[in-house]
């Protein structure tokens, strides 16, 4: 029976498993991401992988890819649509916002962990995927965009991960991008014979993104396509041009692509991804941007739940997210570090080891009588021989 099962039950497609001779590269960027965020005052947050439907549909946008057919919806046995988290955005700010967290604080935080989405396997594309989420909420300045973007930038040197190109753009505010969004449709109906099936639907909903699409017949008409960087408002610019000044004075070079968009509704102003050389279309291992909106639409619903509360300044954060698996598994340079992160992980395995081995047993902990029964000790943690043990 059991080996029946065994040849009959298959992974799910799109859902890969890491055997152990490429763990080694996962846990090597995963420690030096780690290290990283620390030294930076990233503080690790940890949310539910399941959440209700409806936060995702609001946050991430109706009429997106991502809510429109890649979803992974279903109902319980209470009657709740679920869904199992396609991005760890939303779920984090659902956390700040439902602990009382953003009452004139600011956060940086991180999360790493499975995505889910039901898109069309490909290399590099995967129906459960990893990601590390890096998040600082409550800033509003063009600074913590560069923070961030530099921060990528050291991470790629410390891992010895080469060729990757950074490029730029500014999505502006909604109100901006509304002016500019009438252009495009008006660009785009004049050309609609030349639109493909994609791109014909995200006209109705989400006309930007069609200046996403990676079909190659669809280059031309979207190269000559009007700009967002021509439809900016005044802040909205200065904001970039400041990053942009940023990043030159620490040494970050970068490329302003204006065709440069999120595919999810709540992205204004910056916009950033770090790319391989690969013609492939799934050639971006960290991606990210501002949130402003999404803060704001959230820290709204929260106060009209509760009946009012004052404006504060966690609205405003810039985010990004990098792919473990693309940089891991596909990008040559962690490939170097494999062997070397199998050796200091075996190494320290054994070195642990005979630590324990030379310490000799723990001694059992000594019981006290206290009336009929018996308790245990309680109090913080004690250290003993050199151990520490914890007493509960």
Known sequence: MGSDVGEQIQPVRGMNDVLPEAIGAWQYFESGT?????????QEIRVPLV???????????????????EMYTFIDRGGDSLTLRPEATAGIVRALISN???RGQRHKLWCIGPMFR????????????????VEAVGSPGPDVDAELIAMSARLWRNLGIEGLTLQLNSLGTPDSRRAYRARLV???????????????????????????????????????????????????????EMLCDMLRAVGVAYEINPR????????????????TASTAAQNAVCS????????????????GAAG???????????????????????????????AAAHRAAGGALRAERRRRQSQGPVPPRRPQRCGAGTHHRRGRDRTRRGRVETFA
């Open 100 to 102: 009382g967290m953003l």
């Open 51 to 69: 959440e209700r439907t409806e936060l995702f549909q609001r946050a991430i946008g109706e009429h997106t890819d991502v809510v429109g057919k």
């Open 288 to 303: 990210g941007g501002r949130y402003d909106g999404l803060l704001r639409h959230g820290c709204r619903a929260a106060r």
């Open 186 to 240: 008006e660009y785009l109906k004049a050309h609609e014979p030349q639109l493909d099936e994609d791109s014909r639907r995200r006209l109705v909903g989400n006309p930007l993104r069609v200046l996403d699409s990676k079909n190659p017949d669809m280059q031309e008409l979207i190269r000559h396509a009007p700009l967002l960087t021509e439809h900016l408002d005044p802040e909205s610019r200065a904001h970039f």
């Open 34 to 42: 780690q290290e990283l965020l620390t030294e930076y005052g990233y």
């Open 118 to 133: 039901h898109e069309a396997p490909q290399a590099g594309r995967y129906r459960q995927f990893w990601q590390v989420d």
């Open 260 to 275: 440069l968009v999120r595919g999810l509704d709540y992205y204004n102003r910056t916009v950033f991804e770090w790319i």
């Open 308 to 338: 009012g509360g004052r404006a504060h300044p966690g609205r405003d954060a810039p985010g990004c997210v990098r792919g473990l698996r693309r940089v891991a598994g596909r990008h040559p340079g962690c490939g170097a570090h494999r």
